[in-house]
């Protein structure tokens, strides 16, 4: 079974610095994983995915995550956080199993950007 | 390309309704999903239909159902509407069903049950 777990469900930043945002899954597979990003009355857009490529991902908008087994996490992380990235930013998880390739999404991080 | 469509954007109807609604993919991608968003429960997946064969199904009653049509084209039927069916609904797509695959959003139908 695969689920996933964001470890705040607010994050509030200054502009300029740094942002992480938190996930760890559970996958009984090797698991594909990926972050969207949703602003207010949009839907979700892709900001980068895992596959079992390389470990470290680039996406969208200097966005990045690392994959790391040993801990099953796939933080996302940015060094500079701009306001337009304020926006809810799910992980989510698509494991091979059985009879099922469904995303599983996280609860949700909110992000906020203070000038 | 175009992205994900669905309509309508909106839709207000009364407990004991029921509603359709409808999502155009990405030009070529065959396979269409669909997840239902709320405040209490989050994004939650409903189904997934690939070349007009439903693959996957979720946890939901048997009042949601949807289908898809040979242009890949799918719909959503929620029978006997509660309130509790208020929610943003996405249609995703991808080109192929496989786990690896990035599933392209839609930008919602929101729901209200009164």
């Known amino acids: 079974a695969q689920s996933v777990t964001q470890l705040d469900s607010h994050v509030s930043v200054s502009e300029g610095t740094p942002v992480l945002l938190r996930c760890n899954y559970s996958?009984?597979?090797?698991?594909?994983l990926f972050w969207y990003v949703q602003h207010p009355n949009k839907g979700l857009q892709l900001l980068l995915k895992?596959?079992?490529?390389?470990?470290l991902v680039k996406g969208i908008n200097g966005f990045e995550a690392e994959f790391k087994k040993s801990e099953t996490s796939f933080h996302l992380t940015k060094p500079s956080a701009h306001m337009s990235d304020a926006a809810e930013y799910f992980c989510v998880v698509n494991d091979l199993d059985t009879g099922r390739r469904a995303l599983t999404f996280g609860s949700g991080t909110r992000l906020q950007v203070q000038p | 390309k175009a992205g994900v469509t669905q309509t309508p954007r909106y839709l207000i109807k009364t407990r004991g309704q029921q509603v359709t609604l409808s999502c155009s993919p990405i030009s070529g991608h065959r396979s269409v999903s669909w997840y239902q968003q709320t405040p209490g429960q989050g994004l939650q997946f409903l189904f997934e239909?690939?070349?007009?064969?439903?693959?996957n199904k979720g946890n939901f009653p048997g009042r949601f159902s949807g289908r898809q049509f040979s242009n890949s084209r799918s719909e959503m039927n929620v029978s006997t509407l509660e309130l509790g069916d208020s929610a943003l609904y996405l249609c995703?797509?991808?080109?192929?069903?496989?786990?690896?695959?990035?599933?392209?959003f839609g930008p919602g139908t929101r729901l209200t049950v009164l």
């Open positions: 995703a797509s991808s080109s192929l069903s496989a786990h690896t695959d990035t599933q392209y």
């Open positions: 895992y596959t079992s490529a390389a470990t």
């Open positions: 996958s009984s597979y090797s698991p594909s």
């Open positions: 239909y690939f070349s007009e064969t439903q693959r």
